[in-house]
């Protein structure tokens, strides 16, 4: 099976700019997530879709960040305006509903801010 | 979501079997154990998943005593492609997707 799509591999914006990140999921999955990885660090969830409704986005910076997943399949996560603690990579995964299901990731996109 | 520790670094050489331990010592009833690896400039990829007793797949086995308390992934004969990070994980299975909090997980570095 195709794996999960991320789009663009990698991005440098300088502060104060905004950015865009595209998520495909693997096709039949309903859950979707975006995490936040910090160099040294473990990733961090940001935000769980499951379908196109938002389950979990209390770690979501709100007042710069923002995602959705129009018709439940592809989702776009938003930073504006960007800061320098932005620098990260941010890695999208995707799981059948089922709780035990395994989570697939994508291989991230590496945002540089500067 | 309970607490996991695990060592920060391990070094082995190739062909050893490698037993990383993690700490999990406020597990709850309903919590699965789950296993993630990670390569450079690669996302996570998951490994294995237990509740109890002992899980083997084609890639690695999984150990948790009954207690529950802690478990070891036993990875026999390790080569260089190894190397990584590998992350413990302890979720709640609540029937429906999962949510996965990952801590700075544990980097193996394998050599000659």
């Known amino acids: 099976e195709a794996g999960v799509a991320q789009s663009p591999r990698y991005k440098i914006i300088e502060k104060r700019q905004s950015v865009a990140f595209w998520c495909n999921p693997i096709?039949?999955?309903?859950?979707l997530y975006w995490y936040q990885q910090i160099l040294g660090q473990g990733p961090k969830l940001l935000i769980q879709f499951q379908n196109n409704g938002v389950v979990d986005d209390s770690q979501l910076p709100k007042d710069r960040f923002s995602a959705e997943r129009l018709k439940g399949v592809d989702s776009t996560l938003k930073i504006q305006p960007a800061k320098l603690e932005d620098s990260a990579v941010y890695l999208c995964?995707?799981?059948?509903?089922?709780?035990?299901?395994?989570?697939?990731f994508g291989n991230g996109t590496r945002l540089t801010v500067t | 979501l309970a607490k996991t520790t695990q060592p920060i670094s391990m070094d082995s050489y190739e062909g050893q079997e490698v037993n990383i331990t993690c700490s999990h010592n406020n597990i709850a009833t309903n919590d699965y154990i789950t296993w993630y690896q990670q390569f450079p400039s690669q996302g996570p990829r998951f490994i294995i998943q237990g509740y109890k007793t002992k899980v083997t797949n084609e890639v690695a086995s999984l150990f948790i005593p009954a207690d529950r308390k802690s478990s070891t992934l036993s990875l026999p004969r390790v080569s260089l492609s190894d190397t990584a990070v590998y992350y413990c994980?302890?979720?709640?299975?609540?029937?429906?997707?999962?949510?996965?909090?990952f801590g700075t997980g544990t980097r193996l570095q394998v050599t000659l």
């Open positions: 994980l302890a979720w709640t299975n609540t029937g429906t997707a999962s949510k996965l909090t």
């Open positions: 995964a995707s799981s059948y509903l089922q709780g035990d299901s395994p989570l697939h």
């Open positions: 096709s039949g999955h309903a859950t």
